[in-house]
């Protein structure tokens, strides 16, 4: 299967925290459930840790790869830049990742965020999504119980699944 890319300084095991989720589901395409991530403002339609989506330099709304944007989630105020944006084409998967940032000095949180959408054969559809974090915030997530990261991109994959299910209807 097919893996994400990992920028220098962001490959997992060598950050503060990292978090994967993956969903497999029958009866969706890659080209059902593309539209709905790269479309950012779209994401507060379907997962509710997501809010006040907005693009700079009146771009938007799709993401495309060095995009800047701003969104907010987990309760922090994160500016990112799009740095790996290529749409799914028959035979090979979706890619999109962004580097996100927040706060200074101790309270400084980077991160790579990366999907990865892979059609699967007998109709599956594969969203694998990863996150590494640097920084201070990012050791109090790694160690919460439950995992805010986790459970919170969990939510993320179930939701986006059901609203590209009620989109294809």
């Known amino acids: 299967m097919n893996q994400i890319f990992w920028p220098e300084g962001y490959l997992p095991g060598f950050t503060e925290n990292f978090a994967s989720n993956e969903i497999i589901v029958a009866g969706l395409s890659a080209a059902d459930i593309w539209p709905l991530l790269s479309n950012a403002p779209q994401w507060p339609t379907y997962y509710a840790n997501s809010a006040n989506v907005r693009f700079y330099d009146l771009k938007g709304p799709q ?14 105020p994160v500016e990112a830049q799009c740095n790996e944006y290529v749409p799914p084409v028959h035979g090979r998967p979706g890619r999109i990742a962004w580097h996100g940032w927040a706060g200074e000095g101790d309270t400084r949180l980077d991160v790579h965020h990366a999907w990865l ?9 594969r969203i694998l999504t990863q996150e590494t974090q640097k920084g201070k915030p990012a050791q109090a997530l790694a160690t919460a ?8 991109h969990q939510d993320w994959l179930e939701r ?3 609203a590209a299910r009620k989109t294809r209807q």
């Open 63 to 76: 993401l495309e790869d060095r995009r800047r944007f701003y969104f907010e989630t987990f309760g922090f």
């Open 117 to 125: 959408i892979e059609d699967l054969p007998g109709g599956r559809v």
């Open 145 to 152: 119980k439950p995992n805010p990261m986790i459970n919170g």
């Open 160 to 162: 986006l699944v059901s």
